[in-house]
């Protein structure tokens, strides 16, 4: 049995063989090919040689091809089409995709940014399935791994390498109390103080606020001004918090994106602090390696563009 050496095969030779198998003719298969008939009846000598066959043979009504050639044609235009799609650029169609995403997010992520996210999923994508892991431990580690697509909240990335992030928004805090409360007639840092807070235990810093050696963003700048709160509530959700403050004296203090959606529906106003608290970057953040997959880019942009409008 003739064997064919796969190192000699020439893959321009294979995308002629199919022109000739096509046309039947190597007068129609050089104009096709433009090349010259000779070039293209030099090519069909090679083949001929390489596949120990005739290929294409005269009858009387013309060129014909041979049984081999007729076994082969099918194989030989999936071959080529394999070969185009392995060079192609590759690319994501989310209408046709029927992926799961998973990102890391804290409550104030997916309260903030996940419903516009999802209603753009069911409007556009609704074979995509999101999954999200609310733990925010060791999201570097997870997004190296695979484990998740995306991580949103603040991050520091001084010193580790291997990651991308982008800034979604800027956020500041305000407080919110219920509707009458007494502080609402007179707003300073004494009367601020003197009432009790709430603290939101999870807030998406990569620094959980529950760890005893690290100090909350407020009760820190409240340090640097020699004076204390009193925080009589520690929990991990907004949903809760923004309910028990509708019905008590407490304060919460939080950022104002999700302030604006908890005053939507609870009974509570909101009021900037009588402390300078600054700005932060609420952000996105990715493994280096994923970072030219046309699933993430999508995934990215989707987030993106989703959280300019909040």
Do not use: C
């Not at 394999?82 to 192609?88: F, G, M, R």
């Not at 799961?100 to 753009?120: E, F, N, R």
């Not at 050696?213 to 907004?238: A, N, T, Y």
């Amino acid at each position: 049995m003739h064997q064919i050496d796969i190192k000699e095969i020439d893959l321009n030779l294979l995308n002629i063989l199919k022109v000739l198998l096509d046309e039947v003719s190597v007068t129609k298969a050089s104009e096709k090919l433009s090349l010259s008939q000779s070039a293209t009846s030099h090519a069909l000598q090679r083949l001929r040689k390489m596949f120990n066959d005739p290929l294409l043979e005269r009858s009387a009504s013309g060129m014909r091809p041979t049984p081999r050639a007729i076994a082969i044609r099918a194989s030989l235009r999936n071959i080529l089409l394999n070969i185009e799609q392995l060079v192609a650029e590759p690319i994501f169609v989310p209408a046709l995709a029927e992926v799961t995403i998973h990102i890391a997010s804290s409550d104030y992520g997916t309260t903030v940014i996940l419903p516009s996210v999802i209603k753009q999923l069911s409007l556009s994508s609704p074979s995509i399935n999101v999954e999200i892991d609310g733990s925010h431990t060791d999201i570097f580690g997870k997004l190296k791994d695979g484990k998740i697509d995306l991580g949103l909240g603040v991050f520091d990335l001084d010193g580790t390498k291997g990651f991308k992030t982008q800034n979604l928004f800027t956020e500041r805090f305000v407080s919110i109390v219920r509707d009458d409360h007494p502080i609402l007639e007179d707003i300073t840092l004494e009367s601020y103080i003197t009432s009790p807070h709430t603290l939101i235990t999870t807030t998406g810093s990569p620094l959980p606020e529950t760890n005893k050696l690290f100090k909350s963003h407020v009760d820190s700048k409240l340090e640097e001004l020699g004076v204390k709160r009193r925080l009589m509530l520690k929990l991990p959700h907004f949903l809760s918090a923004a309910l028990i403050i509708g019905q008590t004296d407490l304060i919460l203090t939080l950022p104002r994106r999700i302030a604006s959606l908890l005053a939507s529906f609870a009974n509570v106003t909101m009021f900037d602090p009588p402390i300078d608290l600054g700005e932060y970057n609420y952000m996105q953040v990715w493994s280096e390696h994923s970072n030219n997959s046309p699933f993430h880019i999508w995934l990215r942009n989707l987030v993106y563009s989703q959280s300019q409008n909040i």
